[in-house]
């Protein structure tokens, strides 16, 4: 009997109905997940820190299931990599790598560990001012996480975790926003283009990197519209309500760089999986239509007067702060709401397919 082909559109449904489909313990997509970069995308590692850059303390966390109150998610919920975690099937979150539960209990590091820190970029000297741990750093600490799993369940076991696991590396935007744009030496010293050229070393390296340790399945987020971001348009917007519009082709400079980077990655490592997440264009849908996607306000955040407030300045008592979230695209002046992230892990869903 000959078999017909299954459509390749078919193919993407079936494996998107299997992800989104509820499971039990076990029976994940891929074994762990492994998350590194900035403040999007951090579980709590900064809390464990001596710095300005956390969110462990309210409003953050409020909407946080079961325990609404802070976790050290730059969020007022849950980050678009819990969604994702969530949509490959798994029941926990991987947990913040310095947290107490993963420095104390090894079994909690079985399926994944968040290695980010907010503040974060591609370039060591972003995070060195704000008492950030650097991308180089989180390496050295996956190198660390992976002696560990190897010594509690086995060398075995944590090779295959290593190379089965999807990486997650959301880095570039603190690059720019607290470093290139506000350090006058550095801004002089280079073109906005040329600057873009200048993180494709380091992009490049952390990538070739997690190779080297093992990691086959690795998905890079782009750079997000900065120019949208409440605080960029407060701080670099002249008094301009919208969009701050040379930030924005920064992004895509940038973007556009960081795809023919990936690609030449790819070339050189062809058993990689290498995908990079537009993050840039589901975010400005959300800005510039929010209606379509249920939202009403996507110029202000949520957190204190909307313009400006992000982590310490986001506070319990931030004047203004508003008591339902769920219609903000952003929650602070840098970050998306829980409701935002949502929307943006089910696109990273439909891009990241080729990783399952």
């Not at 969020?75 to 993963?102: H, I, Q």
């Not at 744009?181 to 070739?208: C, G, H, I, K, R």
């Not at 062809?270 to 849908?285: E, G, M, S, T, W």
């Amino acid at each position: 009997m000959k078999l017909t082909p299954v459509p390749a559109a078919m193919v993407a449904v079936l494996l998107l109905l299997s992800a989104a489909a509820p499971r039990s313990a076990g029976q994940a997509l891929v074994p762990g997940v492994m998350i590194f970069g900035d403040s999007v995308v951090d579980a709590g590692n900064n809390n464990r820190l001596a710095t300005l850059v956390r969110a462990d303390f309210p409003p953050y966390g409020r909407d946080f299931p079961a325990t609404h109150s802070p976790t050290g998610r730059f969020c007022n919920g849950k980050l678009a990599t819990d969604y994702t975690v969530e949509n490959l099937g798994f029941s926990s979150y991987p947990p913040a790598y310095l947290s107490e539960e993963a420095q104390s209990d090894n079994k909690s590091l079985l399926h994944g560990a968040n290695f980010a820190s907010g503040g974060a970029g591609y370039l060591d000297a972003t995070a060195a001012p704000y008492g950030a741990i650097s991308l180089s750093r989180q390496l050295e600490y996956f190198r660390e996480y992976q002696s560990r799993v190897a010594a509690s369940a086995g060398a075995q076991r944590a090779a295959a975790l290593t190379s089965g696991s999807i990486y997650v590396v959301s880095a570039g935007t603190s690059d720019y926003v607290q470093n290139y744009y506000v350090n006058q030496m550095l801004s002089a010293t280079y073109s906005p283009d040329q600057f873009a050229d200048v993180l494709m070393q380091p992009f490049t390296s952390v990538v070739e990197s997690l190779y080297g340790l093992g990691a086959r399945r690795i998905g890079v987020t782009s750079l997000p519209p900065m120019g949208c971001l409440p605080a960029s348009v407060t701080l670099f917007g002249g008094g301009g309500g919208g969009c701050v519009e040379r930030l924005n082709n920064d992004s895509l400079v940038f973007n556009q760089k960081l795809g023919v980077a990936a690609g030449a990655v790819q070339r050189r490592l062809p058993d990689l999986k290498l995908v990079v997440f537009d993050i840039y264009q589901p975010l400005l849908d959300l800005v510039s239509n929010p209606t379509n996607a249920g939202f009403f306000e996507s110029r202000r955040a949520c957190c204190g007067t909307g313009t400006i407030e992000t982590s310490v300045l986001c506070h319990q008592g931030a004047p203004g702060t508003c008591t339902n979230a769920t219609g903000y695209v952003f929650w602070d002046g840098f970050h998306p709401t829980d409701a935002s992230n949502k929307v943006l892990a089910d696109a990273l869903l439909l891009q990241g397919l080729q990783l399952i």
